[in-house]
């Protein structure tokens, strides 16, 4: 037996016609660069996503980058998020000069525990950066009130969150900014690298189509300094053109989902707890057991696909031992500075 842990090929070979008529155009026309079919696929997920606007950009961790930026994030502010996610959550942050501030999960769900936000918030704290992780909301109305009291931004990590709903909202559509991602292995995964920002600013998605092009107004013109980071034509082709199988596809992965529930009900392996508000679109499905390794071997040598999610958290990593954290000291952190916002 061999069960992959995902089979793009098959995928693939369902929507083979589609995918290979939406590339032939694009390559037809030679427009490889933003263009119409940039254009319409933003506005595909600014609906889909319930945002006024969405902007296309290259990479999951360009849209964190280019987010951040664009609600003037800068050197020295603090981003309160969690150490239980992509390396790309708290490397982007760090990019634009800021530094990740970590709080604790609630392990049953593996998102921000929103009870831990407010006593990380300094006088520095400039955003609060939830992750929708594998594919299931953070608990948002906590984190959305203590931000608002402290007048500090949310920018959603929904990168491996796209559909995913919280008490009805779209992930992407809830903080200042949401940050989607278009890897490969995701719900809805391009040809190579592709992410996009959702935001309800016009002011906000203006700056990222500036900065996503060196900052410029027009071109050859520069009044900051931006990166090049676009959505490329193809992959917006490809994207438009399993766009329309997502939602089909994320309810199968549900009911896969519901299926590894039931049978994992009794047994030593603890299910992902799925809140009843949410829609949970299921990125992936990832389960708690004492006997990891264990299982992890026995699992590989049956044939059956299988990948340690995530093995060492953030506060961990080697790059960031200049902040501090010491292994199960993120609860017991002593309080910080007192917010100067109250
Ligand atoms: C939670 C999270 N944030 C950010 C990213 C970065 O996205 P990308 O790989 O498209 O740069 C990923 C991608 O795996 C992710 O899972």
Redesign the pocket.
């Known amino acids: 037996m061999n069960v992959p842990l995902l089979d793009l090929k098959r995928q693939y070979l369902t929507i083979k016609a589609e995918i290979n008529e939406a590339i032939a155009e694009v390559v037809e026309s030679q427009g490889f660069k933003l263009g119409p079919k940039v254009a319409a696929f933003e506005k595909l997920i600014a609906d889909y996503c319930g945002t006024k606007r969405a902007v296309g950009v290259a ?3 360009d849209a ?1 980058l280019l987010a951040l930026m664009a609600l003037g994030v800068g050197r020295d502010d603090e981003v309160i998020t969690t150490p239980y ?2 390396f ?2 708290a490397g982007a942050v760090t990019r634009v000069g800021a530094v990740p501030v970590f709080v604790d999960i609630d392990p049953a769900t593996y998102n921000m525990d929103p009870s831990l936000v407010e006593a990380a918030i300094t006088g520095k704290t400039r955003a609060i950066m939830p ?1 929708h ?1 594998y594919g299931q909301c953070a608990d948002m109305d906590s984190i959305l009130e203590v931000a608002s009291r402290h007048g500090v931004a949310v920018v959603e ?1 929904a ?2 969150a796209i559909g995913a709903e919280y008490k009805g909202r779209r992930a992407g559509s809830m903080g200042a900014a949401g940050c989607l ?3 490969p292995s995701k719900n809805l995964g391009g040809y190579g ?1 592709g ?1 996009m920002v959702t935001t309800d600013s016009d002011e906000t998605a203006d700056l990222l189509v500036s900065l996503r092009e060196h900052g410029q107004t027009e071109a050859y013109h520069h009044w900051t300094i931006g990166t090049n980071s676009r959505l490329d034509a193809l992959q917006a082709a490809v994207l438009t053109a399993k766009l329309r199988h997502l939602d089909a596809w994320s309810d199968g992965r549900s009911a896969n989902a519901d299926y590894y529930d039931s049978r994992f009900a009794g047994t030593p392996v603890t299910a992902p707890r799925r809140e009843e508000w949410n829609r949970h679109i299921y990125n992936q499905y990832i389960i708690r057991v004492d006997e990891r390794d264990a299982l992890l071997a026995h699992l590989k040598a049956s044939g059956i696909g299988c990948a340690l999610y995530y093995p060492v958290p953030l506060h961990l990593q080697e790059c960031f031992k200049p902040l501090g954290y010491g292994k199960g000291d993120l609860r017991s952190r002593p309080s910080r500075s007192p917010c100067s916002h109250c």
């Open positions: 990479s999951g961790t964190i996610t992509f790309a959550t992750v992780l990590d990168a491996q991602s278009f890897f690298d992410g």
